[in-house]
Nanobody
């Protein structure tokens, strides 16, 4: 059974850091892309980052470039999203998803989704 489980969310002060994890089970990540999305209340789900696990390419939304880094651990079958210099606009539920997207920002191109993890940036 294919499953994605996110973890690592929480409450952090502005300027702080968090590392989110997306652990995959039921399949190996090698042939897929893993996208990170977020959704704040009243907003649509938006693409944050993506890693193409076949060739290692990474992609970022303009709003997080230079602050967020996506990476993988082959042994643990896990993808990480390191988030630095967080601000209040980063507050959202963060989701990871797997698929073979042509457009990494398009939610419809992902087949499986995790349950989400809450990130709150507040003083």
């Amino acid at each position: 059974q294919v499953q994605l489980v996110e973890s690592g969310g929480g409450l952090v002060q502005p300027g702080g850091s968090l590392r989110l994890s997306c652990e995959a089970s039921g399949f190996t990540l090698d042939d897929y892309g893993i996208g990170w999305f977020r959704q704040a209340p009243g907003n649509e789900r938006e693409g944050v980052s993506c890693i193409n696990l076949a060739h290692g390419s990474t992609y970022y939304a303009d709003s997080v470039k230079g602050r967020f880094t996506v990476s993988r651990d082959n042994v643990k079958n896990t993808v990480y999203l390191q988030m630095n210099n967080l601000n209040s606009e980063d507050t959202a539920v963060y989701y990871c998803a797997s698929g073979q997207p042509l457009d990494w920002t398009d939610t419809s191109e992902y087949d499986y989704w995790g349950q989400g993890t809450q990130v709150t940036v507040s003083s």
